[in-house]
């Protein structure tokens, strides 16, 4: 190893320093050692800290992308559902107008059509009535000679 004399004589100097740091404050120097160990203990921790919150942003992130997506597609989603359900329901108020009308009219003719099919009826019911009698009014007689029937004379 080729170093220069500065190099060499400052390499000297810190160990010179150091042993004599160490033979004359032995817990000094231990106290030293031991914060030396706890700052670099420290520095690793925070470094292990840092990484595992840069992490977990990251996988916030991925997640709030996720959520984003999910929550963009349902709403389109519902915006459909409601584009639809408006059209049904303006179909649904045109076919109930028209349902109504048909009730109306068919309400109408059925309604009119009571009376007048009542009226039919009972003459009908009249004259069929009536043949009935003069059918048997005729027919009397003979029925009477055929089953043998005598009536009080």
Do not use: C
Request: charged residues 25%; positive net charge.
């Amino acid at each position: 190893m080729n170093r220069t004399r500065q190099e060499k004589l400052n390499m000297i100097t810190r160990y010179v320093y150091r042993s004599l740091v160490k033979m004359f404050t032995p817990y000094v120097s231990q106290d030293f050692k031991y914060l030396l160990e706890d700052l670099t203990e420290n520095e690793q921790s925070f470094g292990r800290k840092i990484d595992q919150a840069y992490e977990s942003l990251q996988e916030t992130s991925r997640l709030v992308e996720r959520l984003e997506t999910e929550l963009k597609s349902k709403m389109e989603n519902v915006s459909r559902l409601k584009d639809e359900h408006q059209r049904y329901a303006a179909l649904a108020s045109i076919e109930q107008e028209k349902a109504k009308a048909l009730l109306t009219q068919l309400d109408a003719s059925i309604n009119k059509s009571k009376v007048s099919e009542r009226v039919i009826a009972f003459i009908i019911n009249l004259v069929a009535g009536t043949i009935l009698f003069i059918a048997g009014l005729v027919a009397s007689p003979y029925l009477k000679k055929w089953l043998g029937i005598t009536v009080g004379t």
